[in-house]
């Protein structure tokens, strides 16, 4: 018998036309490891949460979930709290929330323990050491009595997995366990868990909407769309042979460390742009006298229609060294020189010419939106702030123009940015960057935050952009596929400070550095997958 | 900027809350019938008539109400001193408002040493015993309705300014304010566009729980006799009356303050309401 069986398995709400979940089926058995892959609201979370039997109470469930003999719809919490811990955990997305930011990390273990009865109190110390130990954390007796704001994302994460071996459970539901570590903390956070799980014969359900992830780690996997399991089988199969468009589509939108170097945007006698000369970024402490250096100074140049990618992982300084250019952090030294004339530190003392050639794409698209402005406002602003943009009529033909451009129909002008998709969101944030037609755009982790298909769609828009204006691109990421994908030189940058510095080919054939191969290994890709 | 993304919410889910309709609903109505009340009624709010005092409340004559210990209609009174409780509350409101939310969002937006000395200001005031000042001006100054209202804006904009900072702060650091400033706009129209009508929400709640407390205040300051003159009358004075009366005419005290105490219920319940219908988390339309 099967450990895991979904059976028809429907999660809706009130106030929602389309179901989250639509009459899903599926086995897991024992030790078996299975991802569930699709875009954000394929209703992937829900059946994890519907598995943990942790779904809101408004929610409508309809069909079974039987865990080793158990069923979970419509259980009774005693029933819920017996079958949690010894036959099924799960692995939060963010250890930073995951964690109760008041309680050391130890004894938010030694409560799972003692509330589950699985060990006698006097020896439920020893216990969460020991746990501690398993998942490789560092000097455990002394992080058992650390906060989680003492401890980094990757250890934090270990926390959480140790948290969920507490019971030795015959199953681990891990939603996006890796989604907010760096790409080489990933690597070794997965590789502790597939460790792990053979010891055990633990089985896996990791829900994620990274392919290359899944072909890594999972044995079989499920395609979701709109609530619907669209395709399933084994990995390779599916991988290799998509059946289903949908499948076919998310593999389309994978951004390949090994895919072909694009064609240099630049030519040989492009003007430089921006030329950037020892900048350096110094936070001060609270405490008197310490001082952070998030950028040792460094230099770059961006050519006209160039894209430099800056790459780094989360500290390395990557986002100081872009605000620096925009002109938001004041604390910052050197010079800099834009269209051969000099660019001043701060956004406020830079002239309006160079500020509507200057522009910049935030991560969140949601948040860098007012929440309070409707998306022709938020276009038309820069319009209105550079004077001798015409009147209304004018300025309302360019807006819906632009929309046009980015590839948003007309009508969604009137529309809040609560009422926008992640994607349009952040394409109106594009749109308000390039209605002004700059000569250089800084993508701040601007497609992190977006699904695959919707990234491959701004990554042609903004190619597209590249070739009709001759934009220069500085993007700020992690993510080393898209870096491959649209970028011409690459600056990898680790603790602040410049690593290696080269164009794309040099970067990801014959990097130099160790941190990046290091990098450039732990990226996970998809071996098994079809050209 | 008329509509806000706030109010677009708030536009969907009042409809859905029952309680904040039923107290909207109950304040404007007692809000007409003062105004209309006074139209129909025969009597006036200042006429004396000794022959006529302590009539309780009858339908002959038109003394619905019944009468005071002066022979004044009581009625008349009531629904006049409603008038000038929500006139006084709706004006106070509008001085702390609008003191309190641009002195709070351009300390909160400004930041640093201007912020520093801007709350610490506002910190100091704070230590000022004000019913004690408000006390000394009306005794100084010849009592007036828009002393009172200087006096009791002038107490709330404390607290509203507090509030209004706070959230300032954590709008500044959005991306959005960002955008705007690379886009060249100024710190004014920040301020303006940007962040006041973020700060919506929670100031529409804020004025809905503080018009109470206004109402409250300015009975106090009725009932300890340095509120409004006579023979203009408020719901608190004439609470203040009846409570003197109460074993002669209880009727003195028990329809003024019926008003007084349903208009407070109201307020505080629409307060309530309206801080779930703000709250975005607890709709996505």
Same mark, same amino acid.
């Given at each position: 018998?099967?450990?895991?069986?979904?059976?028809?398995?429907?999660?809706?709400?009130?106030?929602?036309?389309?179901?989250?979940?639509?009459?899903?089926? *599926?086995?897991?058995?024992?030790?078996?490891?299975?991802?569930?892959?699709?875009?954000?609201?394929?209703?992937?979370?829900?059946?994890?949460?519907?598995?943990?039997?942790?779904?809101?109470?408004?929610?409508?469930?309809?069909?079974?979930?039987?865990?080793?003999?158990?069923?979970?719809?419509?259980?009774?919490?005693?029933?819920?709290?017996?079958?949690?811990?010894?036959? !099924?955990?799960?692995?939060?997305?963010?250890?930073?929330?995951?964690?109760?930011?008041?309680?050391?990390?130890?004894?938010?273990?030694?409560?799972?323990?003692?509330?589950?009865?699985?060990?006698?109190?006097?020896?439920?110390?020893?216990?969460?050491?020991?746990?501690?130990?398993?998942?490789?954390?560092?000097?455990?007796?002394?992080?058992?009595?650390?906060?989680?704001?003492?401890?980094?994302?990757?250890? /934090?994460?270990?926390?959480? !997995?140790?948290?969920?071996?507490?019971?030795?459970?015959?199953?681990?539901?891990?939603?996006?366990?890796?989604?907010?570590?760096?790409?080489?903390?990933?690597?070794?956070?997965?590789?502790?868990?597939?460790?792990?799980?053979?010891?055990?014969?633990?089985?896996?359900?990791?829900?994620?909407?990274?392919?290359?992830? !899944?072909?890594?780690?999972?044995?079989?996997?499920?395609?979701?769309?709109?609530?619907?399991?669209?395709?399933?089988? +084994?990995?390779?199969? %599916? *991988?290799?042979?998509?059946?289903?468009?949908?499948?076919?589509?998310?593999?389309?939108? %994978?951004?390949? !460390?090994?895919?072909? &170097?694009?064609?240099?945007?630049?030519?040989?006698?492009?003007?430089?742009?921006?030329?950037?000369?020892?900048?350096?970024?110094? *936070?001060?402490?609270?405490?008197?006298?310490?001082?952070?250096?998030?950028?040792?100074?460094?230099?770059?140049?961006?050519?006209?229609?160039?894209?430099?990618?800056?790459?780094?992982?989360?500290?390395?300084?990557?986002?100081?060294?872009? /605000?620096?250019?925009?002109?938001?952090?004041?604390?910052?030294?050197?010079?800099?020189? *834009?269209?051969?004339?000099?660019?001043?530190?701060?956004?406020?003392?830079?002239?309006?010419?160079?500020?509507?050639?200057? +522009?910049? %794409?935030?991560?969140?698209?949601?948040?860098?939106?007012?929440?309070?402005?409707? %998306?022709?406002?938020?276009?038309?602003?820069?319009?209105?702030?550079?004077?001798?943009?015409?009147?209304?009529?004018?300025?309302?033909?360019?807006?819906?123009?632009?929309?046009?451009?980015?590839?948003? +129909?007309?009508?969604?002008?009137?529309?809040?940015?609560?009422?926008?998709?992640?994607?349009?969101?952040?394409?109106?944030?594009?749109?308000?960057?390039?209605?002004?037609?700059?000569?250089?755009?800084?993508?701040?982790?601007?497609?992190?935050?977006?699904?695959?298909?919707?990234?491959?769609?701004?990554?042609?828009?903004?190619? &597209?952009?590249?070739?009709?204006?001759?934009?220069?691109?500085?993007?700020?990421?992690?993510?080393?596929?898209?870096?491959?994908?649209?970028?011409? /030189?690459?600056?990898?940058?680790?603790?602040? +400070?410049?690593?290696?510095?080269?164009?794309?080919?040099?970067?990801?054939?014959?990097?130099?550095?160790?941190?990046?191969?290091?990098?450039?290994?732990?990226?996970?890709?998809?071996?098994?997958?079809?050209? | 900027?008329?509509?806000?993304?706030?109010?677009?919410?708030? $536009?969907?889910?009042?409809?859905?809350? $029952?309680?904040?309709?039923?107290?909207?609903?109950?304040?404007?109505?007692?809000?007409?019938?003062?105004?209309?009340?006074?139209?129909?009624?025969?009597?006036?709010?200042?006429?004396?008539?000794?022959?006529?005092?302590?009539?309780? =409340?009858?339908?002959?004559?038109?003394?619905?109400?019944?009468?005071?210990?002066?022979?004044?209609?009581?009625?008349?009174?009531?629904?006049?001193?409603?008038?000038?409780?929500?006139?006084?509350?709706?004006?106070?409101?509008?001085?702390?408002?609008?003191?309190?939310?641009?002195?709070?969002?351009?300390?909160?937006?400004?930041?640093?040493?201007?912020?520093?000395?801007?709350? $610490?200001?506002?910190?100091?005031?704070?230590?000022? =015993?004000?019913?004690?000042?408000?006390?000394?001006?009306?005794?100084?100054?010849?009592?007036?309705?828009?002393?009172?209202?200087?006096?009791?804006?002038?107490?709330?904009?404390?607290?509203?300014?507090?509030?209004?900072?706070?959230?300032?702060?954590?709008?500044?650091?959005?991306?959005?304010?960002?955008?705007?400033?690379?886009?060249?706009?100024?710190?004014?129209?920040?301020?303006?566009?940007?962040?006041?009508?973020?700060?919506?929400?929670?100031?529409?709640?804020?004025?809905?729980?503080?018009?109470?407390?206004?109402?409250?205040?300015?009975?106090?300051?009725?009932?300890?006799?340095?509120?409004?003159?006579?023979?203009?009358?408020?719901?608190?004075?004439?609470?203040?009356?009846?409570?003197?009366?109460?074993?002669?005419?209880?009727?003195?005290?028990?329809?003024?303050?019926?008003?007084?105490?349903?208009?407070?219920?109201?307020?505080?319940?629409?307060?309530?309401?309206?801080?779930?219908?703000?709250?975005?988390?607890?709709?996505?339309?």
């Amino acid at each position: 018998m099967s450990l895991l069986t979904v059976n028809g398995l429907t999660v809706a709400y009130p106030n929602s036309k389309n179901p989250a979940v639509q009459d899903l089926s *599926f086995e897991i058995e024992a030790g078996e490891s299975v991802g569930i892959v699709g875009e954000s609201g394929a209703g992937k979370s829900q059946t994890a949460l519907a598995i943990m039997g942790l779904l809101p109470g408004n929610a409508l469930i309809q069909g079974s979930i039987t865990l080793a003999g158990n069923e979970i719809v419509g259980a009774s919490r005693a029933t819920l709290q017996k079958v949690r811990a010894r036959n !099924i955990s799960m692995i939060f997305q963010d250890p930073a929330t995951a964690l109760n930011p008041y309680v050391k990390v130890g004894h938010q273990l030694k409560v799972i323990l003692l509330e589950h009865g699985l060990v006698a109190r006097k020896d439920a110390k020893q216990k969460c050491i020991e746990l501690l130990e398993r998942v490789e954390l560092p000097d455990p007796q002394r992080q058992y009595h650390a906060y989680p704001h003492q401890l980094s994302g990757g250890m /934090r994460q270990r926390v959480l !997995i140790a948290a969920a071996l507490v019971g030795e459970p015959d199953l681990i539901v891990a939603d996006e366990p890796t989604t907010a570590l760096d790409v080489t903390v990933q690597a070794q956070i997965l590789n502790l868990l597939t460790e792990l799980r053979h010891k055990s014969n633990t089985a896996l359900l990791m829900i994620t909407h990274d392919l290359a992830l !899944i072909s890594q780690n999972c044995e079989r996997v499920l395609v979701m769309d709109h609530g619907k399991l669209v395709e399933e089988g +084994r990995c390779d199969a %599916v *991988f290799s042979k998509p059946a289903h468009p949908h499948t076919a589509r998310l593999l389309a939108s %994978v951004s390949r !460390i090994d895919a072909p &170097a694009p064609a240099h945007g630049a030519t040989e006698d492009s003007k430089p742009v921006l030329e950037v000369s020892q900048l350096g970024v110094t *936070f001060r402490s609270r405490k008197r006298g310490e001082r952070f250096v998030a950028v040792q100074p460094l230099d770059l140049s961006i050519a006209a229609g160039e894209s430099l990618a800056i790459v780094g992982e989360s500290g390395s300084g990557k986002t100081s060294l872009a /605000r620096a250019i925009a002109g938001l952090l004041p604390n910052m030294s050197g010079t800099m020189t *834009f269209f051969d004339q000099p660019l001043a530190g701060h956004v406020e003392a830079r002239p309006k010419t160079i500020r509507r050639q200057l +522009r910049m %794409v935030f991560q969140e698209p949601l948040s860098s939106l007012n929440p309070a402005m409707r %998306v022709s406002q938020i276009i038309a602003e820069p319009l209105s702030v550079h004077a001798g943009t015409g009147d209304w009529a004018t300025v309302a033909a360019r807006v819906s123009d632009m929309l046009q451009r980015v590839g948003l +129909r007309p009508r969604l002008a009137n529309r809040y940015p609560h009422e926008l998709s992640g994607g349009q969101a952040q394409r109106v944030a594009i749109a308000r960057a390039l209605v002004l037609e700059p000569g250089l755009l800084i993508c701040d982790e601007a497609l992190s935050a977006l699904d695959g298909t919707v990234r491959r769609e701004i990554i042609t828009l903004l190619k &597209a952009e590249q070739q009709r204006t001759q934009l220069s691109l500085l993007i700020i990421t992690h993510d080393l596929g898209v870096v491959r994908e649209i970028c011409d /030189r690459v600056i990898v940058m680790h603790e602040g +400070r410049v690593c290696e510095h080269g164009s794309n080919e040099a970067i990801f054939s014959r990097a130099q550095h160790p941190y990046t191969k290091a990098l450039l290994a732990a990226v996970p890709t998809m071996a098994m997958m079809a050209n | 900027m008329n509509s806000t993304a706030g109010i677009h919410r708030a $536009r969907y889910s009042i409809r859905g809350n $029952r309680l904040v309709l039923i107290c909207l609903g109950l304040l404007l109505s007692i809000a007409a019938l003062s105004i209309v009340g006074t139209l129909v009624s025969p009597h006036s709010v200042g006429k004396i008539a000794f022959d006529q005092n302590f009539i309780g =409340p009858t339908l002959d004559g038109g003394h619905w109400f019944g009468t005071d210990d002066l022979g004044r209609d009581l009625f008349v009174r009531t629904l006049k001193g409603t008038q000038i409780t929500f006139f006084v509350a709706i004006v106070a409101t509008m001085v702390s408002l609008v003191i309190g939310v641009s002195y709070g969002a351009l300390a909160g937006y400004v930041g640093g040493k201007t912020d520093a000395i801007m709350m $610490r200001a506002v910190d100091a005031l704070y230590a000022m =015993p004000f019913v004690f000042f408000v006390i000394l001006l009306m005794v100084v100054f010849e009592r007036s309705l828009t002393l009172m209202f200087v006096a009791i804006g002038a107490i709330n904009w404390l607290d509203t300014a507090r509030i209004v900072r706070g959230q300032t702060i954590s709008l500044k650091q959005r991306a959005f304010v960002d955008a705007a400033r690379l886009d060249g706009v100024s710190n004014i129209a920040i301020i303006v566009r940007h962040i006041a009508p973020n700060l919506l929400g929670i100031v529409v709640v804020y004025v809905t729980l503080t018009i109470p407390q206004i109402v409250l205040f300015e009975s106090f300051l009725s009932f300890l006799g340095l509120g409004v003159q006579e023979p203009q009358t408020s719901l608190g004075a004439l609470v203040s009356e009846g409570a003197a009366r109460m074993e002669r005419a209880p009727w003195m005290l028990l329809f003024p303050a019926s008003f007084l105490a349903l208009i407070l219920l109201s307020l505080n319940f629409l307060g309530d309401g309206l801080r779930d219908v703000f709250d975005p988390k607890s709709n996505k339309t």
